[in-house]
């Protein structure tokens, strides 16, 4: 008797086994205050946010010399 068929059926039967229906077991989970992983769109993002923090200074800046001038030109 040949051994070919028997070594054919185990990756079979070890596909098998993996997909056996049962769910995985749930991770431990996550600390509160674990560290959050970077992702390259980090720093785009803090760049973002900082033009925008810009722009609000510059744009509350030209409303208050706005307001400047239009109280001399009164």
């Known amino acids: 008797m040949s051994r070919l068929p ?5 990756p079979a039967a070890l596909l098998l086994a993996g997909c056996s229906g049962k769910p995985p077991a749930p991770r431990a989970p996550q600390a509160a205050g674990a560290r959050r992983v970077a992702t390259p769109w980090d720093g785009m993002k ?3 946010q900082r033009a925008s923090d810009v ?3 510059v744009d509350q800046q030209a409303a208050d010399q706005r307001k400047q ?6």
Request: cysteine-free; overall charge negative; hydrophobic content about 40%.
């Open 69 to 74: 001038i239009e109280a001399q030109s009164q």
């Open 46 to 48: 803090k760049d973002e």
């Open 6 to 10: 028997l070594i054919a059926l185990l």
């Open 55 to 57: 722009q609000k200074t």
